[in-house]
């Protein structure tokens, strides 16, 4: 193998490792940060704590746009005091009030920050795609508890209150939505 071939296949290699680290960092970051809680992400749950504190602290809401998201969006309450480890339920409020559907997605994040593996979401909106038709208004739930641990961080223990943001943005709508017929019925 002449000089020129080894340098071409070294560059080749450096390449495909380059672009394969590019394409997994985003999945391993998000896996890092569910994992660590780091940055306020939350946790994911499939059902309710077992343990329930005799401690509460209380969940703020607090809903955002994207500059260019043209939805309403807001909690429609602004807090709510439960017990460590109680199941809580809490609902947001969508509205489009423009003449064409929207589609949007929610980024999410807890603060402050230590508490973001403490803060356990068992079902979300945000988990999925959230497609809006013209004047449509929905209300969306989200399903969470405050993880019973967080008394044991020294970081976390005694924070008095947990802030749960989402910001909505704007997302192209799925070929297989685009088709549907936008005269449909729409729920106010």
């Keep these: 193998m002449s000089a020129n071939s080894k340098v071409v296949t070294r560059l080749l290699g450096v390449i495909v490792v380059m672009s394969a680290l590019a394409w997994g960092s985003v999945p391993f970051y998000d896996w890092f940060c569910r994992v660590t809680g780091f940055g306020g992400t939350t946790q994911v749950a499939s ?3 077992e343990v329930i504190l ?5 969940v703020r809401f607090d809903a955002s746009l994207a500059h260019d ?3 309403e969006f807001r909690a429609m309450q602004p807090h709510m005091d439960i017990r460590i480890g109680e199941t809580g339920l809490a609902f947001y409020e969508a509205y489009n009030p423009t003449d064409k559907p929207v589609a949007g997605t929610a980024s999410f994040n807890v603060a402050p920050f230590s508490t973001g593996g403490y803060f356990v979401k068992i079902a979300c909106f945000c988990f999925e795609l959230q497609v809006l038709q013209p004047g449509e208004r929905v209300q969306m739930p989200v399903s969470f508890f405050v993880d019973p641990a967080i ?7 005694g924070t008095p209150a947990i802030t749960l943001s989402y910001t909505f943005h704007v997302t192209d709508i799925p070929q297989d939505l685009a088709a549907l017929d936008a005269s449909a019925p729409v729920a106010n």
């Excluded at 005799?54 to 209380?58: A, F, G, L, N």
């Excluded at 008394?151 to 223990?157: L, T």
């Design 47 to 49: 059902g309710d704590s």
């Design 54 to 58: 005799d401690q509460t602290i209380r």
């Design 69 to 71: 998201m043209p939805w």
């Design 151 to 157: 008394v044991d961080d020294p970081d976390a223990n």
